[in-house]
């Protein structure tokens, strides 16, 4: 399998793939078509610039793992910035939720989203765990309540022993202070050495928070999931994350159990303008 194809009776030697090349890979063959320098597939980011930029659809760029592109075509019109800030000034962080779980199409339908997001160098290296039971996000709320009552006998620090015993005395009130009675839980994980792994994480979950609204769904992030996850290999363990990879941030999902009937304050941009 190539990595670099070109259909030549497409192609109408503009160039602009050259240009746009990140990664200086591309040259004119005798200024007639593009062609990639020897030996330099390795250091193709198979970011597709060259392949989106295309004005007749020359380029294929063909790798292993490569999902299929989304058709948008049928798509009218473009989302003004009007559309996008009600979107974001809307969202909340949900922490009640009803019990149904998400149909596996709308699930699929964030995934798409997340494959999206941007990442380091092009890296696209997470991967994902969907708990989708409530039943199941149960009994790791319990896991991690167990780590909880292991980090009170030897605390790193009197703030992480307060936080453990309120979560503690919550979960033994019978009420879920981990995953806020939410019945799917999405748990983003990478290669333990990926220096991009965390970022590239939150950049898809982000895009996937938001996404999940215009589904009907809402979200609240996973902080405590991710610190006993991080702190403990037995909740990592539990969780399912393989040995090697280390988990990197996790978010709650669910049908919103109540209505938020406006959008509240927030604080004003602290920006320095030079």
């Known amino acids: 399998m190539s990595l670099f194809n070109l259909d030549r009776e497409k192609c109408i030697s503009c160039g602009q793939c050259v240009e746009i090349c990140a990664s200086n890979l591309l040259v004119m063959k005798d200024t007639e078509y593009p062609v990639m320098r020897e030996g330099m597939e390795g250091r193709c980011l198979k970011c597709g610039h060259c392949e989106a930029i295309c004005p007749g659809g020359a380029i294929d760029i063909e790798y292993e793992g490569a999902g299929a592109v989304p058709d948008v075509s049928g798509v009218k019109g473009e989302i003004g910035y009007e559309q996008f800030a009600k979107l974001a000034f809307s969202r909340r962080s949900l922490r009640n939720f009803k019990s149904r779980a998400i149909e596996r199409e709308k699930l699929e339908k964030l995934f798409e989203i997340a494959r999206y997001a941007p990442t380091g160098v092009n890296i696209q290296s997470e991967s994902w765990i969907v708990i989708n039971d409530r039943e199941k996000v149960e009994k790791i709320v319990d896991a991690i309540i167990g ?3 292991a980090v009170t006998e030897n605390p790193p620090n009197e703030m992480m022993k307060g936080l453990c015993e309120h979560l503690i005395a919550a979960r033994e009130a019978g009420k879920d202070p981990i995953c806020r009675t939410a019945p799917c839980l999405i748990v983003a994980y990478d290669r333990v050495e990926n220096t991009f792994a965390q970022i590239n994480s939150v950049i898809a ?18 902080g405590f999931v991710q610190i006993a996850a991080s702190a403990s290999p037995q909740v990592a363990k539990f969780i399912g994350i393989p040995e090697g ?17 406006r959008i509240p304050k ?9």
């Open 245 to 261: 990879f280390a988990p990197q941030y996790a978010l709650m999902a669910g049908y919103p159990n109540i209505e938020f009937k």
């Open 266 to 274: 927030r604080n004003t941009a602290r920006v320095i303008w030079k």
């Open 147 to 149: 780590w909880a009552k």
């Open 205 to 222: 979950l982000a895009q996937m928070d938001l996404a999940a609204q215009t589904l009907g769904l809402g979200t609240c992030w996973g």
